[in-house]
């Protein structure tokens, strides 16, 4: 068994235990945060049956997905990274998912490249949640302004996205993230990575994006 499976299915295992103990019946769905790793490493997790794949450059992506996804149709691809408004429309030729969508004009941008291809993208809006100045996402005071819009323009957003600061306490912003999806009755949430992924599952993340503990460590 290729060690990136093995990775994965204690993962699983490690988070479905321990959700268990807790008599959370949710388990989130693992997307497996496959930038910058070769499809020699991706390949053993698609022929096991992993679905979700997390990418943070669009043209990345394109290179190493294309092929696949012409192969795997039930593959599912998530673009985790700040998107870039001349990128987009090329993002919404290969992605399925994207976690970052900040600002009324990224939303208006997704929704024109998509319809002109047909295409419908689930979208996640992306909260900085720690209120960190060089960090993207849109700021809590400014996220219903940003929701009634993308309503409007018929965008499908299903939940919300956040990166905590980096060395803090995860599980306060996982709390607070929670209580805000809830509030605006989302039935997705996106957030947990690989050093946190266990206090994001407590704390009713959908969707967990882990790299590093799955591929290993990149160089």
Known sequence: MHYTVQNLIDIKKSIINILEDKNISKIPKIIAVSKTFNSDKILP??????????????????DKWTDIKSKKSNIKLHMIGKLQTNKVKFAVKLFDYIHSVDSE???QKIFDEQTKINRK???????????EDQKSGINKNELSKLIIFCKKINLEVV????????NSDSEKYFTEM????????????SMGM????????ENNASFLRIGSSIFGQRY
């Open 45 to 62: 997790l698609i022929e096991y049956g992993h679905i979700d794949y997390g990418e943070n450059k669009v043209q990345e992506a394109i």
């Open 194 to 201: 690989s050093s946190d992924f266990i206090k994001a599952s």
């Open 159 to 166: 939940g919300l996205m956040c990166i905590p600061p980096a």
């Open 178 to 189: 929670n209580l805000l999806n809830n509030e605006f009755k989302f039935k997705e949430l």
């Open 121 to 131: 993208i689930k979208i996640f809006i992306q909260v900085n949640i720690g209120e």
């Open 105 to 107: 004009k990224l939303a």
